[in-house]
Every structure is written in structure tokens, then in C-alpha cells.
């Protein structure tokens, strides 16, 4: 059973299509190899929720959303 998280209620707010014309307008996925501008913006905002404070934290709370990444629709960001 799927069941709407806070995260995810907070991104759903932003519009994907607006995020990704911005994105595309400003060109600024144009050498991403690994990181998209939407994987960061879960990352931080995600952070931003955790309240981390360092980057090792943020990446090991970004491992624990693994599973939920689908739904996120984000990668993995290292």
C-alpha cells in the first residue's frame, strides 16, 4: 500500500514540467553524468527536512530513501 510522505507532498507543490522547462531554458543538466537538477533538488529539500548537518548525513539519509526513489522519481546521487 502507497501512502503519500511529506516529502513527497512537499515536491508534488512544485510543478515537474515548469522544474524541467527551467532546467532546460538555463541548460543546467547539460554535462550531468550523475546528478540531474531534479535528484538534487529531492536531495537537498530532503536535507532540508532532516535537518542535516553534513554531507555525510545527507547522503546516508539519501540511502534510506532507496526504496522510495521510484516514486520520487530520483536516482541515486553518488
Not at 515536491?11 to 553524468?33: C, G, M, N, T
Request: glycine letters at 2%.
Amino acid at each position: 500500500m502507497f501512502s503519500s510522505t511529506f516529502l513527497t507532498q512537499l515536491l508534488s507543490a512544485i510543478p515537474r514540467s515548469s522544474f524541467e522547462r527551467s532546467v532546460e531554458a538555463h541548460q543546467a543538466d547539460r554535462y550531468v553524468k550523475r546528478c540531474t537538477s531534479w535528484q538534487l533538488l529531492v536531495t537537498l529539500v530532503s536535507g532540508h527536512l532532516t535537518q542535516a548537518l553534513s554531507l555525510r548525513s545527507l547522503a546516508t539519509f539519501s540511502e534510506t530513501l532507496a526504496p522510495h526513489r521510484y516514486h520520487l522519481r530520483a536516482g541515486p546521487i553518488a
